[in-house]
């Protein structure tokens, strides 16, 4: 079974601030097989970026992936009010199981 | 509108069965894979059954097989969990999710990830 490794486990940013979010895998992931979810309060977790670096329908600019192996990153280039939440990757190899990381808890000033 | 909707959640003691349905609408249910994701109170989301489109591979974590079983209708457009031995660690809000998938013919592989969440069923077990 793959681990999902995330940090930091919370980060505190003012509005306008660059948010880079961690998540490490214990093996090689490929790309396509890496996704990142947002969960803010209360709600379902809803599919930001797919396939590593690929933004879902409707996501703002913003919000970008990259990364290969066992490293991947999510960056909100400024973040918003809006963005307060736990972002989450995921990977899902050839099949499953498949597996989450903890998550990483944003909170804007 | 594309969503999927759960019911059936509710409080169970230990030990006891619970059937979760998820409807599904707006897409075409019997062309994709589907999942059920749960998260504990305060705790990570887990992912914990898959079930192909016409429902003859299925997978499960650990921690449920043997005492969970996933199924489908497709005629019915339905997703179905049906959980039995219940134990308090299976407490949790349960996800249906539907997973997307399409071949990239740039980098020659298929990529995967789940796209429609619902809002969630919620499962107390205690007695």
């Known amino acids: 079974e793959v681990v999902l490794t995330q940090s930091p486990g919370t980060v505190s940013l003012s509005p306008g601030q660059r948010a880079t979010f961690s998540c490490r895998t214990s093996?090689?992931?490929?790309?396509?097989?890496l996704a990142w979810y947002q969960q803010r309060p209360g709600q379902a977790p809803l599919l930001l970026i797919y396939?590593?670096?690929r933004r879902a329908t409707g996501i703002p600019d913003r919000f970008s992936g990259s990364g290969s192996g066992t490293v991947f990153t999510l960056t909100i280039t400024s973040v918003e009010p809006e963005d307060s939440a736990v972002y989450y990757c995921?990977?899902?190899?050839?099949?499953?199981?498949?597996?989450f990381g903890q998550g990483t808890k944003l909170e804007i000033k | 509108e594309v969503q999927v909707v759960e019911s059936g959640g509710g409080l169970i003691q230990p030990g006891g069965s619970l059937r979760l349905s998820c409807a599904a609408s707006?897409?075409?249910?019997?062309?994709?894979?589907m999942n059920w994701v749960r998260q504990a109170p305060g705790r990570g989301l887990e992912w914990i059954s898959y079930i192909s489109d016409r429902g003859d591979i299925r997978y499960y974590v650990d921690s449920v097989k043997g005492r969970f079983t996933i199924s489908r209708d497709n005629a019915e457009n339905s997703l179905y969990l049906q959980m039995t031995n219940l134990r308090a660690e299976d407490t949790g809000v349960y996800y249906c999710?539907?997973?997307?998938?399409?071949?990239?013919?740039?980098?020659?592989?298929?990529?995967?990830?789940?796209?429609?969440w619902g809002k969630g069923t919620t499962v107390t077990v205690s007695s």
């Open positions: 707006g897409f075409i249910f019997s062309g994709h894979q």
């Open positions: 999710v539907r997973q997307q998938e399409y071949y990239d013919s740039s980098a020659t592989n298929w990529v995967v990830y789940m796209d429609v």
């Open positions: 093996h090689s992931v490929a790309t396509n097989y």
């Open positions: 396939g590593a670096s």
């Open positions: 995921q990977q899902y190899g050839s099949s499953p199981p498949y597996t």
